[in-house]
């Protein structure tokens, strides 16, 4: 499991490489169980974008889950 940026500026872009592994080396699905609005995960990179604008202040939770096809899943919570 990797450790998330946990700093944004506004007007710039947020972008956390997440790194994990599954034990039977099992394919990922990934969602977002709580983000600030527009943040998205490109399944493609296993990178968490985000464009946080002027408007977007304070500290946002987030909550990033990790599932195999198994439904075993694995969840990474921080705060931006």
Known sequence: VS??????RD???YAYSV????AEG??????LDKAPLGMWFDA????LRW????????????VLR??????AS???SFFI
């Open 66 to 71: 990790a599932t195999d096809p198994f439904l």
């Open 19 to 22: 790194e994990v592994e599954d």
């Open 51 to 62: 464009q946080p604008s002027e408007e977007q202040e304070g500290a946002f939770e987030v």
């Open 11 to 13: 007007s710039e872009p």
């Open 3 to 8: 450790n998330p940026v946990l700093t944004a």
């Open 44 to 47: 493609t990179s296993s990178t």
């Open 26 to 31: 099992d394919p990922i699905a990934w969602s």
């Open 74 to 76: 694995s969840v990474q």
